[in-house]
């Protein structure tokens, strides 16, 4: 579904990612674990079309996604859901939501749009006129994930969902994306703790300085606490 | 008594001139964090292309004054794309950008200088006459420009709250990258800002210029009062804007009226300092960057 191949790519001078490849397969969910600051977020960012490439290739069902602008890619039913809190603070959570929609198709249907995402979230709908700002922690990472969820969305790509949260909260962003990837859906997830994704990964894998150290199943992978601990510290 | 009531009536007039002008401003603002400083020119030239349409050929002034409109928010795409895209996103753009936009606003000028010379002209008012209620004087111009800027007002404010794309320009104001995630295309968003922004600030100069004076430079004054008026309602603010725009309007009707028309840029300097120091984000503004 997703193939990642041979991707470099870095800020001004500063490499990040030298040559990395993954793929997702449909309906898979998909850990990407590493410590921070080696390259999961920009290789997350070259697939959504925020971070332009210097090298590789970016296939979604056989279709080149380098080059393509951000707009495009989630037409093509990528969806993004970034690390911290991007939500936008001066709208109110119904707003927020309804941006999800923006495409035309999903603007049409954004009621049924809304109706399924209060019904993941009930939180969300009690807070709907509510302006963004106002959400705790754990509600504007519900909201980032409701809005990701409003359009026509085939792989879903979160990015670290439990930063900053408590862990109560934790368990329920987490419960939440396991909800939401049991029908099927592609997931591709990112994190910094091999705890959080336990029960709910296919295959997982770990990075380091840019590159790919290993790759493997995750019953396999997440139970070598040798193999995590060197790499996750 | 009459007095108070006819400053109250100016500054309503005047109020609605700064709120069309300051809400292309701060919408530049929120969204390409763009200080655009030929917000005058345009201004300006909105009122030469409504004096040309009017005076020179013939046309009615709903001709004059849609023609302004179109006139100036091509000059707003112009700019956008010969100046602006090319800065986009570079470093340095704080700083270059707003500059660009004086070096713009001199180069405006003086086309409009070469191609209509120094004089200053008298704007046909769009229909002559007023009326008199209590010894307050209702020019019908400045009941047209009154109720032609708070629909346009009420509409922007509507548009902007409920509509599709309205919300999406909020959005880009707000957060950029969020924005691109969910599909906005910003580019696009920032070319119809541009073109609306530019578009208010001309259809202003095609009104008020009957009211004030019409020359090259005559936009340079009320451009500042608009950027009075948007500071004051909290850069990026729409709602806070437009209740700005008549609390300046009223504020300089007052003084203008009690003290003479000298005092109304000193008083305006003045208040804007004291709101500084007081409330530096503005009425409506929160003391973080996104605000629209």
């Not at chain 1, 920009?42 to 971070?51: F, K, M, Q």
């Not at chain 2, 500042?224 to 209740?243: D, E, H, M, P, R």
């Amino acid at each position: 579904m997703l193939r990642v191949s041979d991707v470099s790519a870095g800020y001004g001078a500063a490499q990040v990612l030298h040559g990395v490849s993954m793929h997702v397969d449909a309906g898979e969910s998909v850990v990407l674990l590493g410590p921070n600051g080696h390259g999961k977020t920009t290789l997350l960012r070259v697939i959504s079309g925020l971070v332009r490439p210097s090298g590789g290739s970016v296939q979604f069902e056989g279709e080149e996604l380098v080059g393509r602008k951000p707009e495009e890619i989630v037409a093509a039913g990528i969806v993004h859901i970034p690390q911290g809190d991007l939500v936008f603070p001066m709208m109110t959570v119904r707003d927020n939501l309804l941006m999800g929609a923006y495409r035309r198709g999903a603007w049409k249907v954004r009621k049924d749009g809304l109706d399924r995402v209060y019904a993941l979230f009930p939180r969300l709908q009690e807070r709907g006129g509510q302006l963004a700002r106002s959400l705790s922690g754990g509600e504007r990472r519900m909201l980032a994930i409701g809005r990701g969820l409003m359009g026509d969305v085939r792989l879903l790509i979160v990015d670290e969902p439990s930063l900053g949260l408590a862990p109560q909260v934790i368990e329920d962003v987490y419960a939440a994306i396991k909800a939401i990837t049991r029908d099927g859906l592609s997931l591709l997830l990112v994190d910094e703790s091999a705890n959080h994704v336990e029960g709910m990964a296919d295959r997982v894998y770990l990075m380091e300085t840019g590159e790919f150290r290993r790759e493997g199943n995750a019953a396999e992978l997440l139970g070598d606490e040798a193999l995590l601990s060197t790499y996750l510290g | 008594m009459g007095q108070l009531l006819q400053a109250v009536w100016g500054g309503l007039v005047f109020g609605s001139v700064y709120g069309l002008m300051a809400v292309g401003l701060t919408l530049i603002w929120g969204s390409l964090n763009l200080l655009n400083l030929a917000h005058g020119a345009i201004y300006v030239a909105g009122g030469y292309v409504a004096y040309t349409l009017m005076v020179s050929l013939g046309f009615s002034a709903v001709f004059a004054f849609a023609g302004a409109m179109l006139a100036s928010a091509a000059l707003g795409l112009v700019l956008y794309a010969v100046v602006v895209l090319p800065m986009l996103g570079k470093p340095g753009w704080d700083n270059a950008s707003w500059i660009a936009t004086v070096a713009v606003s001199l180069v405006l000028e003086s086309a409009l200088l070469l191609a209509y010379g120094p004089e200053v002209r008298a704007m046909p008012a769009a229909i002559e006459g007023a009326f008199v209620v209590n010894d307050v004087v209702f020019r019908y111009q400045a009941i047209l420009v009154c109720a032609v800027a708070v629909v346009l007002l009420v509409l922007l404010h509507l548009f902007l709250k409920t509509s599709r794309f309205g919300l999406a320009i909020r959005a880009v104001s707000q957060q950029m990258d969020a924005s691109r995630l969910v599909g906005i295309p910003v580019a696009l968003v920032f070319l119809i800002v541009m073109g609306v922004s530019a578009s208010l600030s001309g259809l202003a100069g095609a009104m008020l210029t009957s009211i004030l004076a019409l020359s090259p430079t005559a936009g340079f004054v009320p451009m500042l009062k608009a950027l009075i008026v948007t500071i004051f309602g909290g850069l990026g603010s729409v709602k806070g804007t437009i209740v700005a725009a008549y609390v300046i309007g009223l504020l300089e009707a007052f003084v203008q009226a009690f003290a003479g028309v000298a005092w109304s840029l000193p008083a305006l300097f003045l208040f804007i300092i004291a709101v500084l120091l007081v409330r530096p984000q503005g009425l409506f503004g929160t003391p973080e960057l996104q605000r629209l």
